[in-house]
DNA sequence: GTCTATAGCTAGATAGAC
DNA sequence: GTCTATCTAGCTATAGAC
């Protein structure tokens, strides 16, 4: 890094940044060097300069997709006063994300072309989906011991964690040919019968 | 139809056949016409030949998505004792399909590749997505009614279809990666909500 | 660190012979 | 209906000058 200009760095980081919200808008092989080099007015073996391989770049992008989730999570543990308001929260910042900005998530984008990815990019998308699960896991976790969340004494919070990014994940799939209320409609039933005090004759909780 | 040799309309199958298999394995722009040629033993211009453009065969494999579609739920329809049966049956072929076949289903191998797909093409998966919500809700439905399943007065049958299907496509994604007891877990746990006289002592439902 | 030039490959697609 | 040959365009990647 010390050996680094400001400038290599400068564009290095450029490069990861144009490149996630490539990734996410069309996906790991969904664009080249070329669309980076057009992005940043620079040619394409100044990418390769960069990052040699694509593979580089996409490990890169890895990083870079762990330091996404980690700052929102930091967010939503900072700014959700208990746990049911923490998932809203990551609801709420998935469907902006899909339906406002119409990108996919950087860890369904690298989900989607999974047959396509080196093998090292398919270890580190496996610990990005680990560390996914762990943080709403943990919501879980504090929502059942708080009384603020009600399950199954049979579920455990990782099994109730994965079903809910599952859940989420795929709806948000579907919602973008069905429309973003088909997301909010799931999301709100899956969400609802967590929730203690469940009174049958009110209305559903909205996100 | 009537036009064509028995040839050309058994060429043109096998090319249908042959794309679904490589659609379901490497999505859609994951196969090339050079990939069917290889695999039929003929040439590119060949498979210009039955499907001009690629677009053109990707519509004949919306189709065969269909069908495909539609055969199955037949099958469950017809084998099934009741709702969660036929749900359950649903989930053990999506399991068989993807773990021991090491396949996306057509959908969602489509909705991956959502962002490269032409327009026609995504307006039949569109149609394709609701086709699959309504034989869900159909069985949602008819388990209510029935008493085979239970669930908040406020779901509607098309609600909690699109939450079954989102969870069961998103949890194939994830555990392609992260092993299929995940898949397993987490549906067993969103069935479970929905089986009357739950029994809380009881280890949960198996696929 | 960036460039021009180019390699080698593959993609989707077409012309025209047989 | 299938072929050989070819086109245009895109891709990842490299050589080597400045």
Redesign the interface.
């Known amino acids: 890094m010390t050996t680094k200009s400001a400038n290599a760095r400068q564009t290095r980081q450029q490069l990861i940044d144009v490149g996630a919200d490539l990734l996410c808008?069309?996906?790991y092989?969904?664009f080249s060097y070329q669309d980076l080099a057009r992005e940043l007015g620079i040619s394409k073996p100044s990418v390769h300069h960069h990052f040699a391989q694509k593979a580089d770049l996409g490990l890169a992008l890895c990083d870079w997709t762990e330091q996404w989730l980690r700052d929102g999570f930091a967010h939503f543990d900072q700014h959700g006063h208990n746990a049911p308001d923490k998932l809203q929260r990551y609801l709420r910042a998935a469907a902006k994300h899909t339906f406002n900005e119409h990108k996919q998530c950087p860890l369904?984008a690298l989900?989607?072309?999974?047959?396509?990815l080196p093998d090292a990019m398919?270890a580190r998308?496996?610990d990005l989906?680990?560390l996914e699960?762990d943080w709403v896991a943990a919501v879980f976790r504090q929502g059942l011991a708080d009384g603020e969340l009600q399950a199954?004494?049979?579920?455990s919070a990782q099994?109730?964690a994965?079903?809910f990014?599952?859940?989420?994940?795929?709806?948000l799939?579907?919602a973008?040919?069905?429309g973003r209320e088909?997301f909010e409609?799931?999301m709100s039933?899956?969400l609802?019968?967590w929730l203690p005090d469940?009174q049958?004759a009110q209305?559903?909780t909205t996100l």
């Not at 989900?111 to 396509?116: M, P, Y």
């Open positions: 808008r069309r996906g092989t969904g369904s989900h989607s072309d999974l047959a396509q398919r998308l496996s989906s680990r699960v199954p004494a049979t579920a099994e109730l994965q079903l990014i599952f859940a989420c994940k795929g709806a799939y579907y973008r040919l069905l088909h409609q799931s039933l899956l609802q019968q469940a049958p209305s559903r």
